[in-house]
């Protein structure tokens, strides 16, 4: 699978570390809360605030350069809107991958 | 120009704030969680472009763009390429930005929005040189178009006025300053508190009085400097 990495962050950073450190800041901040809201929905099977959480993660998995990973995640919001969650296994190593990386 | 930036995700609103600093065209005047506390701000402030999520718990993008009355330039900022059909369906809707953003890609959005405030400001302006061509009168219950430059000059008459023109002559019931107002102040200059002339109708000047075609009118002592000002003295 996949690393994560800070690619984008840096060119869009263009050397500015404020930027850096708090897009990380928030980052680490949200993606745990953000995680964890949606391994709750998934539990309750209320797949469409599921898809709302991995829509909202989705956007973290690209600032983190994980191409691949993005469209896996796509695929599995798409799916849970149609109430089916065969990709859930999938999306729950890239979180975890993600985890890992971002130390919270 | 200056912008709100409206998302429910703080990496997305960090993200574009840093992407409009590096522009340096655009200034970030607020952000906004939720739609509903920026339609709030915008009732009551003047922006020239909104950076719009569209998807966002409880009230959507495309639910904020439908209810404003006069929404500013909209540019939507989302996940998903699936909207771009029904995006722009709205007018407001200027650019459509799938996340993440790169910045050549946010710089060529600027570049749009920059040509779109520059083609609308000269249709401003060609549309007041053409207005300022020609003046509508009330007379008889008929409204007369009237070419400006045909004016020789104007002259009080008590609660009306008369426009001379080469033409005709109009009695018009208004003022002078309100004619004085509508008139070009490049071609129009007031030389008594009863006469506004057309500059580049003069034939001669003597002492206190001025040569329109066959007419002579008074120049008062207060407006003779002005006037004077504006001729090309040799």
Do not use: W
């Amino acid at each position: 699978m996949e690393t994560p990495n800070l690619n984008y962050i840096k060119e869009l950073s263009g050397g500015d570390l404020a930027f850096e450190e708090s897009i990380l800041s928030v980052l680490k901040k949200e993606f745990p809360e953000e995680c964890l809201l949606f391994k709750k929905n998934i539990h309750a099977k209320n797949y469409e605030e599921s898809a709302n959480n991995v829509h909202k993660i989705k956007h973290k998995i690209s600032i983190l350069g994980m191409s691949k990973s993005l469209k896996i995640a796509s695929a599995f919001e798409n799916e849970l809107r149609k109430g089916e969650t065969k990709l859930n296994s999938d999306f729950l190593k890239i979180l975890d991958k993600i985890h890992v990386y971002l130390g919270c | 120009m200056n912008c709100i930036i409206i998302d429910d995700d703080a990496t997305a609103r960090l993200i574009i704030r840093q992407l409009c600093n590096n522009s340096k065209q655009i200034t970030v005047i607020e952000e906004f969680e939720s739609a509903i506390d920026a339609i709030k701000y915008l009732n009551s402030n003047n922006i020239d472009i909104v950076f719009l999520d569209i998807h966002m718990p409880s009230f959507s993008g495309f639910d904020f763009i439908q209810t404003l009355k006069s929404p500013p330039k909209i540019v939507l900022t989302t996940s998903d390429k699936n909207f771009a059909l029904q995006a722009f369906e709205y007018e407001c809707v200027v650019d459509y930005l799938v996340k993440p953003i790169i910045k050549e890609r946010f710089e060529k959005s600027i570049h749009k929005l920059l040509s779109f405030e520059e083609s609308k400001i000269a249709g401003k302006d060609n549309l007041s040189k053409e207005e300022s061509n020609f003046i509508y009168v009330s007379v008889d219950r008929r409204l007369i178009k009237i070419n400006i430059p045909d004016i020789y000059f104007v002259e009080a008459k008590g609660d009306y006025i008369s426009i001379k023109t080469a033409q005709k002559n109009y009695i018009v019931h208004s003022t002078l300053k309100k004619i004085e107002e509508k008139l070009p102040s490049s071609l129009f200059i007031r030389v008594h508190r009863s006469f506004v002339i057309n500059i580049s109708e003069i034939v001669d000047i003597e002492d206190n009085s001025v040569v329109i075609q066959k007419s002579v009118i008074p120049i008062s002592r207060s407006n003779k400097g002005e006037l004077m000002k504006r001729l090309n003295l040799l």
